[in-house]
């Protein structure tokens, strides 16, 4: 989650507030495909997040290209309205009610990590969730890819002039984020309740996730998204009631010391 | 763009044209949503001191408006406390949160500012959420009236809405004399080019901090406004939806023009209600962000921003 966010944000200078909508139209895709045509868990890994990056892409083409010259703020509030009428749409789809996603099979059993059980589930999607960021971060550290997209956001005029297209590039990079943010979604249909504001409830984690770690930095937010995990486990343990607020508690603490953030360079831009 | 809120002719008749729809609001929609309106507006003037005049956008002003309606139900409901002493009470805490929020979130500029102010409301949601004895959680706090102010018993909605309205024409009057003081300009200053007003000697760090504990104090008042007017404040009023809906409406009507966001929040709150009645329901936001979502791409100015412009600039920009 964090890391799409982070490697949209670093690309394009767009604050995609709508990636937490990308997130629950990721479960929903694997929910209804489960549904419909009993679209197996594995499958559904791979497609919903296909489905979902073209709904992103076609997004992205149509609209939101028309706000890059602008300040970042617009992108931001237009991803705001997009919240706004997908999760309500959603809503009028699916209902308010949550739905639940069967864990799939052959993962369904428990593990005795040797001081407690654990869903046999859950490691598989930490696991999972690890990997896809090891290969995020490899194709941007060490492809030709990688380093043209880095080079696109840091000179995108330099790059244009290289007869590279900046264009392209953008395009598929945020196709890419939303990818990875529909991937986390299907990841967390099993885990949590299949409903319109699953969203919601991460995306203002993941703002935090970014913001402590340092925006664009996707080595940063993957560090620190998996710290807070951490942190969060080990919270629900000590002290349930305030868990919520821990990972705000620790963003404030950060600013103080660190304004921009653990991982980001000291930058004043805005 | 400030010089042409009242300065121009046709600054004047927008406003003379609000003032008119504003006193006769409660003939033409219910009493109650009229209070609302109003409290909304005032609401969205005191965010427009924050972007408009600014440049921050904050994203988490529903912490004052929902926060300070918090304290004066709590105050009233559960500890007994006079009415007019509460309300005194609740706007103090909004503007002590402000002063301490603003200190954090002034150390970052632009989405990140943002982001801050967007997860600190988040913090004090989990407060709400968490302290239920107090909040009442997911009920709410209800007052069992609206109290009675200098005498007069507010209980009638006409009444009240007056009172509300007169409050919010104060707030609105403090806004325009800020924005137009030296201190307004320096505002200004810093929204169009802060590092030249770092080298002109000011200290911009400061000029913000009063700015966002102004705005947060008056998003205060109009939050106390309207958990008064609907005798209750509930978890919604701190939610960060509430946040986007007051930056929807300040830009919907038109940052920077004071007026503008009024006239947004009366646009959107009524429309809000007439669109609930109809098939979509309670979904009002399918409707209410495809609208924003086409002023955010097509006409950034505000409905009133419009108005005003300069036919001649308009066709440059």
């Known amino acids: ?270 | 763009m400030t010089a042409a809120l009242f300065g121009t002719r046709r600054g004047a008749i927008v406003a003379a044209v609000l003032l008119l729809i504003a006193l006769a609001l409660p003939k033409l929609v219910y009493p109650v949503l009229a209070i609302d309106i109003i409290a909304y507006g005032l609401f969205a003037v005191a965010f427009d001191l924050l972007l408009g005049f600014t440049g921050l956008l904050s994203f988490g002003h529903a912490m004052f408006w929902g926060g300070a309606g918090y304290v004066a139900t709590i105050l009233i409901a559960k500890a007994n406390v006079p009415f007019p002493l509460a309300v005194i009470l609740a706007i103090a805490y909004a503007a002590v949160l402000a002063l301490i929020v603003g200190a954090i979130a002034i150390r970052r500029q632009g989405i990140y500012f943002a982001m801050i102010t967007l997860a600190l409301a988040q913090l004090q949601y989990f407060f709400a959420y968490q302290l239920g004895g107090w909040t009442g959680g997911e009920n709410g706090v209800q007052l069992s009236s609206r109290g009675t102010l200098f005498g007069i018993a507010l209980e009638n909605d006409i009444a009240f809405y007056y009172a509300v309205l007169a409050v919010a024409a104060l707030g609105t009057y403090l806004v325009v004399r800020v924005v137009r003081s030296p201190f307004g300009a320096v505002l200004g200053a810093m929204r169009e080019n802060e590092q030249r007003a770092i080298a002109l000697g000011f200290r911009v760090d400061r000029y913000k901090l009063i700015a966002f504990v102004m705005s947060g104090t008056l998003a205060g008042v109009a939050g106390v406004l309207f958990a008064v007017g609907n005798r209750l404040s509930g978890l919604d009023g701190v939610d960060w939806h509430t946040s986007g809906k007051v930056v929807m409406m300040s830009i919907l009507g038109g940052i920077g023009t004071v007026f503008g966001p009024i006239a947004g929040a009366g646009i959107f709150e009524s429309l809000d209600f007439f669109v609930s009645k109809t098939a979509i329901g309670d979904k009002t936001n399918i409707v209410m962000g495809t609208i924003f979502a086409l002023c955010v791409l097509l006409f950034r100015r505000g409905i009133i921003g419009e108005l005003l412009a300069d036919r001649t600039k308009r066709a440059k920009t």
Request: with cysteine; aromatic share 12%.
């Open chain 1, 1 to 270: 989650m964090a890391l799409g966010l982070s490697v949209i944000f670093g690309m394009l200078r767009i604050v995609n507030f709508a990636h937490g909508a990308m997130f629950m139209l990721g479960a929903f895709v694997a929910y209804y495909g489960f549904q419909l045509v009993h679209m197996p868990f594995y499958a559904a890994i791979i497609v919903a997040p296909l489905i979902v990056a073209a709904f992103g892409l076609a997004i992205e083409v149509l609209f939101l290209r028309r706000l890059y010259r602008l300040d970042p703020l617009y992108g931001l509030l237009f991803t705001f309205a997009l919240v706004l009428i997908i999760e309500d749409s959603m809503r009028l789809v699916a209902g308010s009610v949550g739905s639940p996603y069967e864990t799939p099979a052959g993962l369904d059993f428990a593990v005795n990590i040797g001081f407690a059980l654990f869903p046999a589930y859950r490691l598989f999607a930490i696991g999972f969730a690890m990997v896809v960021c090891l290969v995020v971060w490899l194709i941007l550290e060490r492809t030709p890819l990688g380093a043209r997209i880095r080079a696109a956001t840091e000179a995108p005029v330099l790059v244009r002039a290289l007869g590279i297209d900046t264009q392209l590039l953008v395009s598929l990079t945020f196709a890419a984020g939303v990818a990875l943010a529909a991937l986390g979604g299907v990841l967390a249909a099993p885990i949590q309740n299949v409903e319109p504001t699953m969203g919601d409830k991460i995306i203002i984690n993941t703002f935090a996730i970014v913001v402590i770690g340092g925006l664009g930095s996707i080595g940063g937010s993957v560090i620190t998204g998996f710290a807070l995990g951490l942190l969060q486990t080990l919270g629900a343990v000590i002290f349930p009631a305030f868990n919520d607020t821990l990972i705000f508690m620790l963003m404030i603490i950060v600013l103080l010391i660190r304004p921009s953030g653990l991982f980001g360079a000291p930058a004043s831009a805005k």
